[in-house]
Structures are given as structure tokens and as C-alpha cells.
């Protein structure tokens, strides 16, 4: 199960970054709204999918929070990933479109970070399947 439901949260918040960096650089304002608006779904849609995964990817590990080798380098990346998703989740919900240009910036380097360590935390929980 947890194979399965990793991969929803990791496609939804690529597609969010992708969304949220079209609607910060489009210039037509209708169209820039419309982007942010998808980047915001889908990434509540990733933010809502992502505890599924760690539950069971906790099932999996037997409740162990760091462990060793592949696993813990999967942790080290899966933990801020996951906290970074929910924090940036919570974020958009209680600013909605009252950023500025500036905490948006701010808010894409965030966004893109989560997504690099979720994909770098999918990397290692791959190796520990393929890799040995």
C-alpha cells in the first residue's frame, strides 16, 4: 500500500510547483489567477494524500522513525518533506491570494524545496526495494 500512496502526493505537488510557478511568471492577470488557483488544489490534494503515505509507510518500518542505511536517508528527506507540504498547505489556506510578489517568490523556493527532498526521499525508499 504504501508504494501506491506515496505516488499521488509526489504527482499532485509537482503539479502544483509547475501551476504555481506559471501563475508567479504569467502575464495576463485572468490566466495568473487560474494557475495559483490549480497550484492551491493540488496542493491540498497533495497535503490531504500525504499522511496515507506516512501511515503507511510507518506500518511498513514498524514504527521506526529513523533507522539505518537506505532507510534512514529516506527519513532524513521524508520528514522535512512532509512538514514542509503541510506548513506550505496551511500557508496558502490562511494567506489566499493577499501575498505579495515577494512571499510568493518566498513561497515558490519553499515549495520547490519540498519538492526536491520528496523526490530525493522517493528516490531512497526506491532503493531500498531495487537496491539491494
Given at each position: 500500500?504504501?508504494?501506491?500512496?506515496?505516488?499521488?502526493?509526489?504527482a499532485a505537488l509537482s503539479v502544483?510547483?509547475?501551476?504555481?510557478?506559471?501563475?508567479?511568471?504569467?502575464?495576463?492577470?485572468?490566466?495568473?489567477?487560474?494557475?495559483?488557483?490549480?497550484?492551491?488544489?493540488?496542493?491540498?490534494?497533495?497535503?490531504?494524500?500525504?499522511?496515507?503515505?506516512?501511515?503507511?509507510?510507518?506500518?511498513?518500518?514498524?514504527?521506526?522513525?529513523?533507522?539505518?542505511?537506505?532507510?534512514?536517508?529516506?527519513?532524513?528527506?521524508?520528514?522535512?518533506?512532509f512538514g514542509l507540504l503541510i506548513?506550505?498547505?496551511?500557508?496558502?489556506?490562511?494567506?489566499?491570494?493577499?501575498?505579495?510578489?515577494?512571499?510568493?517568490?518566498?513561497?515558490?523556493?519553499?515549495?520547490?524545496?519540498?519538492?526536491?527532498?520528496?523526490?530525493?526521499?522517493?528516490?531512497?525508499?526506491?532503493?531500498?526495494?531495487?537496491?539491494k
Amino acid at each position: 500500500m504504501h508504494g501506491g500512496a506515496t505516488h499521488f502526493p509526489i504527482a499532485a505537488l509537482s503539479v502544483s510547483v509547475v501551476f504555481d510557478y506559471a501563475g508567479f511568471w504569467w502575464r495576463d492577470e485572468a490566466r495568473r489567477r487560474e494557475f495559483t488557483a490549480l497550484g492551491l488544489y493540488t496542493l491540498l490534494i497533495a497535503a490531504a494524500a500525504s499522511p496515507v503515505a506516512v501511515f503507511s509507510g510507518m506500518m511498513l518500518s514498524k514504527g521506526v522513525l529513523l533507522g539505518s542505511g537506505a532507510l534512514a536517508l529516506h527519513h532524513y528527506f521524508i520528514w522535512p518533506a512532509f512538514g514542509l507540504l503541510i506548513g506550505l498547505a496551511v500557508w496558502r489556506l490562511v494567506v489566499r491570494e493577499r501575498a505579495s510578489r515577494r512571499a510568493r517568490g518566498y513561497y515558490l523556493a519553499v515549495a520547490s524545496l519540498a519538492l526536491v527532498t520528496t523526490m530525493a526521499a522517493g528516490f531512497w525508499g526506491g532503493e531500498m526495494l531495487i537496491g539491494k
